[in-house]
């Protein structure tokens, strides 16, 4: 049986509790300041964390050397993509400004959450072998120790057996959806 | 005869941008002579935005259940004490 060690999950909860610490009270303090209430701050502020989290595993953050302000830059770039904000009434900083948002970090449509649903149902398994390399960018060697594999070539080997399998599944599910659709 | 997960492999590479710029065209120049290599091409991206979007939302419930560990009776009381005197 494949047994999954928790080592990656680990730094993770450091990462985030870390800036928990260091930043919720900022970004809090400014979506009080944009009229928000505390769930609010809570639901934008867990998502700044997830783009901090893609950039810095992409390794996009290696000259950041302030992760709060940009954790904040992140916060108010998102509470106007969200709630639709007209740019003029929150006053960015240059810097700000440039800070990426993920295209589709905010846009997703029924048919793709029902995809997502049955993604996450079909192949537990092979879907968290496939999110540790390509969203987490954990490498095939390590992806092979916490999951078990004799060597990186069989978790190559069921990286690729598994991308087949769910994509498969997409399609087949996704073309079903349509016909329904229409 | 190339097997399926070496073809998967290649869109990989492709998708990717691993390939180089000359491996890339020739990829690009067999998507056109062949429907079906695009068709899997065309779903293995679709694929890959479905892992990232269901890897966003289990982060999401990760961090809901660290930010009740902090916020919670046992929690941190330095950050506890701050958020409460902002609501």
């Known amino acids: 049986m494949i047994t999954i060690t928790n080592d ?13 610490r260091s930043s919720f009270p900022s970004v809090a303090r400014w979506v009080k300041r944009m009229g928000g209430d505390r769930e609010q701050a809570q639901d934008i502020f867990q998502d700044s964390l997830i783009v901090f989290y893609e950039k810095t595993v992409q390794g996009l953050l290696e000259n950041c050397d302030n992760p709060p302000a940009y954790v904040l830059g992140i916060a108010k770039k998102l509470w106007l993509k969200k709630y639709h904000k007209i740019k003029n009434d929150i006053p960015l900083t240059d810097w700000e400004k440039n800070i990426s948002i993920p295209p589709d970090f905010y846009h997703q449509n029924k048919k793709q959450r029902r995809l997502l649903r049955f993604v996450e149902a079909a192949g537990k398994k092979c879907l968290e072998i496939l999110q540790s ?15 078990g594999f004799s060597n990186t070539r069989s978790a190559t080997v069921q990286k690729y057996k598994c991308l087949e399998k769910i994509r498969n599944e997409v399609k087949s599910k996704n073309l079903s959806y349509d016909d329904i659709m229409e | 005869m190339m097997t399926l997960w070496n073809e998967s492999r290649r869109i990989d590479r492709f998708l990717s941008g691993w390939m180089s710029k000359r491996q890339a065209e020739v990829f690009k120049k067999q998507l056109h002579k062949h429907p079906e290599l695009a ?23 990760e961090l809901r259940q660290i930010e009740a560990q902090l916020l919670g009776p046992e929690g941190d009381t330095p950050l506890k004490n701050q958020i409460t005197q902002i609501w």
Do not use: C
């Not at chain 1, 390399?133 to 999951?147: D, G, K, N, T, V």
């Not at chain 2, 991206?45 to 289990?58: D, E």
């Open chain 1, 8 to 20: 990656s999950k680990t730094k993770r909860e450091l990462l985030f509790k870390e800036l928990y």
């Open chain 1, 133 to 147: 390399f390509y969203y987490h960018q954990i490498p095939l060697s390590e992806i092979a120790r916490q999951f």
């Open chain 2, 39 to 61: 068709d899997k091409v065309r779903w293995q991206k679709r694929t890959l935005q479905l892992v990232r979007l269901s890897a966003r939302r289990q982060l999401k419930k």
